[in-house]
């Protein structure tokens, strides 16, 4: 197996990195295609209904008419936008989505027409954080779309965005911490070679789980699709887009949902090493076989998406900051400092390997405990949150104590006792 290093990239030549610049292009596009229509099928299969079958033979050429519908649909533009920044708005969320790939490994060293190259467009010292910075401002898309848009609506899906963005990158940014440690590099391909031996899934299994809650917030899905949220925003920050301006909306959202689940394989999942047994031959992980072990990979978080879209009602506002805020960021403060502690006590060396592998996986199952212990905390079922309230209640308002009748804050609670009577206005007249 022949891992790359910094030294292997920027040796291509202009035609091969062109060539695979078009092929990176052609994963992300062929991606959504297929993610649409298989996003259909699953769920229309897990909720015992028919989903496309129309369009081609069994509906497989669903995405393709989808996509020629909102390419011939009139694009209309409301006359109270800021339009340059409304045009502006579906380019900036959907350039980032496919920038952010230029550093995600598909393989190893491969012979391209007789060139060596790797399985890579290009790394970095610092890749994780270039993908980090670069699906952040992705977000500023749906941000200005939102505001420029004139509407009230779009307004609060941009607003809630922002929010939901800078709440949940935080703990992101805390569970690339905890890898760069351990790996001892920022680079992409640093961290797949680093996972030779045991994938960190397993060795930092609560960065895992915390990245792959946090994943889908940043990509706006269910049951975190709070910016679009139909039920009181209408269609959110996209609600005054049509056409091929909405259709850009909608493909930077399952870029996105390819490019965190391709980060989260490179992260967590070895990249693009085959899974065991197979790691077992040589075969297996060189060649072009590891751009299919890799694809498998990325199609499993896809699933959990799609999954997760058809299993789950959408949360509450402040379920889903309370989350964030409360529980993901102090775990990840939290198990980024016992990697440090665990690293530093035991060493780095070879010798050391099998022990701190122990050490850090015993103390991910804890911390992950620890995790699944406050998200059910946080959850707790409404009855048990009802007797809370009952413990707590505050004392009886009376609505007419003033004189007139006044209502109830939230909260507040009236009083079980007759209401003061309201004042006599002959009596008054007399005193006058």
Not at 154 to 160: A, E, F, I, Q
Not at 327 to 339: K, N
Request: avoid cysteine; aromatic fraction near 12%.
């Amino acid at each position: 197996m022949t891992f790359p290093t910094l030294a292997d990239f920027g040796q291509d030549p202009w035609w091969l990195i062109g060539l695979k610049a078009l092929a990176v292009f052609a994963f992300l596009v062929a991606n959504p295609l297929a993610a649409i229509l298989i996003e259909r099928k699953i769920m229309a299969r897990m909720q015992t209904r028919i989903g496309p079958n129309r369009v081609g033979p069994r509906g497989l050429l669903q995405s393709l008419a989808d996509g020629v519908k909102l390419a011939l649909k009139e694009g209309i533009i409301p006359s109270g936008v800021d339009k340059p920044i409304y045009l502006a708005a579906p380019i900036i969320a959907v350039v980032p989505a496919v920038m952010a790939f230029a550093v995600i490994p598909f393989g190893p060293m491969v012979s391209v027409f007789g060139h060596q190259t790797p399985l890579q467009l290009t790394d970095l010292p610092v890749g994780v954080l270039y993908v980090l910075a670069i699906t952040s401002v992705g977000v500023y898309g749906i941000v200005l779309a939102g505001w420029s848009s004139g509407s009230t609506y779009p307004l609060l899906g941009g607003l809630r965005s922002t929010a939901q963005v800078i709440s949940y990158e935080i703990a992101m940014g805390l569970t690339f911490a905890a890898v760069f440690l351990d790996a001892a590099t920022m680079s992409t391909s640093g961290i797949v070679a680093a996972q030779e031996h045991h994938w960190y899934v397993l060795l930092l299994l609560p960065s895992f789980v915390i990245y792959a809650v946090s994943m889908v917030g940043e990509t706006n899905r269910a049951p975190f699709d709070l910016p679009e949220a139909e039920g009181e925003l209408v269609g959110g920050f996209h609600t005054e887009y049509s056409s091929l301006k909405f259709a850009m909306f909608m493909l930077a959202e399952y870029i996105n949902m390819v490019t965190v689940s391709a980060l989260a394989t490179t992260l967590f999942l070895g990249g693009w090493q085959a899974p065991w047994p197979l790691s077992a031959f040589d075969w297996a992980n060189s060649g072009w076989w590891p751009i299919l072990w890799f694809t498998l990979k990325v199609w499993v978080f896809l699933f959990v998406f799609i999954w997760l879209r058809t299993s789950l009602p959408r949360l509450r506002y402040d379920q889903f900051m309370n989350l964030g805020w409360k529980v993901l960021i102090p775990i990840s403060l939290t198990w980024v400092m016992v990697v440090a502690v665990i690293r530093a006590a035991i060493g780095t060396s070879d010798d050391d390997d099998l022990a701190r592998s122990l050490v850090s996986a015993a103390a991910g199952l804890v911390v992950t405990a620890l995790l699944l212990y406050a998200v059910w905390r946080l959850m707790r079922l409404p009855k048990e949150a009802e007797e809370d309230e009952k413990a707590a209640q505050p004392p009886a308002f009376d609505p007419m104590a003033g004189g007139f009748p006044v209502p109830p804050l939230p909260g507040q609670v009236l009083s079980a006792r007759p209401m003061s009577p309201p004042p006599d206005p002959r009596k008054e007249t007399t005193d006058a």
